[in-house]
T-cell receptor, first 114, second 111 residues
């Protein structure tokens, strides 16, 4: 049983295209996140959603738009892809209450923009 | 501005040795300090975490040491094994919603 799943695992596309990455968690968690890991493995938070509401929106180009149709899903849509968007994108989730700090990461989506 | 500074960038340890990774932070509002382990091609996995009211936490071969006054914390891996070879990230949070990660340490344990 996969706790946090992402699709696709690999995504190769050309500059200027629009693409989406999907994330689903079956843990019943309240909060979901998107992270970007660059080529140097630096992890940076992009967005955080709590019960379908956006609570953190870091300095991310507005070409990136998260969508949370329900508590178990957080998708990431990217418009007008650029070379610098190439990275591994991780979805994560965490429960509420005192365990809200415990994040569970998905397997990642490697995005390559050519 | 890097909220959490991590060192070293890479570490090579003999099997059975002790691996030590250090992190430092500035924001005294941080109240949760986790360590994550990441294998190639996988997502980070929570390894162990500590809160600032505790100076040390041990889980199996993994120990976090926390120095609140120095604003530093470290991960010690005792009896390091080749299977521990991975990238380790420290992190800090002050709300449970925002997390700041260190730059990662690539650990190689030589058999």
């Amino acid at each position: 049983d996969t706790a946090v799943s992402q699709t696709p695992k690999y995504l190769v596309t050309q500059m200027g295209n629009d693409k989406s990455i999907k994330c689903e968690q079956n843990l019943g968690h309240d909060t979901m996140y998107w992270y970007k890991q660059d080529s140097k493995k630096f992890l940076k938070i992009m967005f955080s959603y709590n019960n379908k509401e956006l609570i953190i929106n870091e300095t991310v180009p507005n070409r990136f738009s998260p969508k949370s149709p329900d508590k178990a899903h957080l998708n990431l849509h990217i418009n007008s892809l650029e070379l610098g968007d190439s990275a591994v994108y991780f979805c994560a989730s965490s429960p509420g209450g005192t365990a809200r700090y415990e994040q569970y990461f998905g397997p990642g989506t490697r995005l390559t923009v050519t | 501005q890097q909220q959490v500074k991590q060192s070293p960038q890479s570490l090579i340890v003999q099997k059975g040795g002790i691996s030590i990774i250090n992190c430092a932070y500035e924001n005294t509002a941080f109240d949760y300090f986790p360590w994550y382990q990441q294998f190639p091609g996988k997502g980070p996995a929570l390894l162990i975490a500590i809160r600032p009211d505790v100076s040390e936490k041990k889980e199996g071969r993994f120990t976090i040491s926390f120095n609140k006054s120095a604003k530093q914390f470290s991960l010690h891996i005792m009896d390091s094994q080749p299977g521990d070879s991975a990238t380790y990230f420290c992190a800090a949070s002050n709300t449970g919603n925002q997390f700041y990660f260190g730059t990662g340490t690539s650990l190689t344990v030589i058999p």
